[in-house]
T-cell receptor, first 111, second 114 residues
Framework: QKEVEQNSGPLSVPEGAIASLNCTYS??????FFWYRQYSGKSPELIMF????GDKEDGRFTAQLNKASQYVSLLIRDSQPSDSATYLC???????????FGKGTRLSVIA | DADVTQTPRNRITKTGKRIMLECSQT?????MYWYRQDPGLGLRLIYY???????NKGEISDGYSVSRQAQAKFSLSLESAIPNQTALYFC?????????????FGPGTRLTVT
């Protein structure tokens, strides 16, 4: 089982819709969870992180964490064509190990 | 000014050549990382350093070496470049003091080995 799994996509949503991106992780002791956005040929950019069960909202983005089910999701409300990118999920297992990244989900927002 | 810088941004080199990629940061972070990214393979960790005297191998360290010259500088060397090292290379930093360990990435170096 891979440590951090994401559906590679592409996930296509119409402009204005809600995009839902999902990530599962294998280490039940994982502590912090991150979402990065990466445009083609560019570096990953941190969108938000979450470490407590439940929802965390930042503008159009909401991160959801369910530690019992070992999944974390990212919702993007009112999706825009500029949101078209690859979204990387990353997990921190402890303070003494680097983040573990999933391979990313490619999102395409259709105008 | 960018907080994490990488030089060069693009490099074309020949098989067998030794090259160095450099990373500098002004964020004051203690931890630094080198990744490579290939299409379909995601980010793969090459080496990481949690402080100046600490160097650790990642999942794909063969063929690479690193040097942590100062807290702000972390260099990646390819001793004898080969074509399958053609990739996009990223440096990243993090601050152990936050307890969250989020990483911040440099702009990347596109390396082509012919």
């Amino acid at each position: 089982q891979k440590e951090v799994e994401q559906n590679s996509g592409p996930l296509s949503v119409p402009e204005g819709a809600i995009a839902s991106l999902n990530c599962t992780y294998s280490d039940r002791g994982s502590q912090s969870f991150f979402w990065y956005r990466q445009y083609s040929g560019k570096s990953p950019e941190l969108i938000m992180f979450i470490y407590s069960n439940g929802d965390k909202e930042d503008g159009r983005f909401t991160a959801q964490l369910n530690k019992a089910s070992q999944y974390v999701s990212l919702l993007i409300r009112d999706s825009q064509p500029s949101d078209s990118a690859t979204y990387l999920c990353a997990v921190s297992k402890s303070g003494n190990t680097p983040l573990v990244f999933g391979k990313g989900t490619r999102l395409s927002v259709i105008a | 000014d960018a907080d994490v810088t990488q030089t060069p941004r693009n490099r074309i080199t020949k098989t067998g050549k030794r090259i160095m990629l450099e990373c500098s940061q002004t964020k004051g972070h203690d931890r630094m990382y080198w990744y490579r990214q290939d299409p379909g393979l995601g980010l793969r960790l090459i080496y990481y350093s949690f402080d100046v005297k600490d160097i650790n191998k990642g999942e794909i360290s063969d063929g690479y070496s690193v040097s942590r010259q100062a807290q702000a500088k972390f260099s990646l060397s390819l001793e004898s470049a080969i074509p399958n090292q053609t990739a996009l290379y990223f440096c990243a930093t993090s601050d152990a003091g936050t307890g969250i360990h989020e990483q911040y990435f440099g702009p990347g170096t596109r390396l082509t080995v012919t």
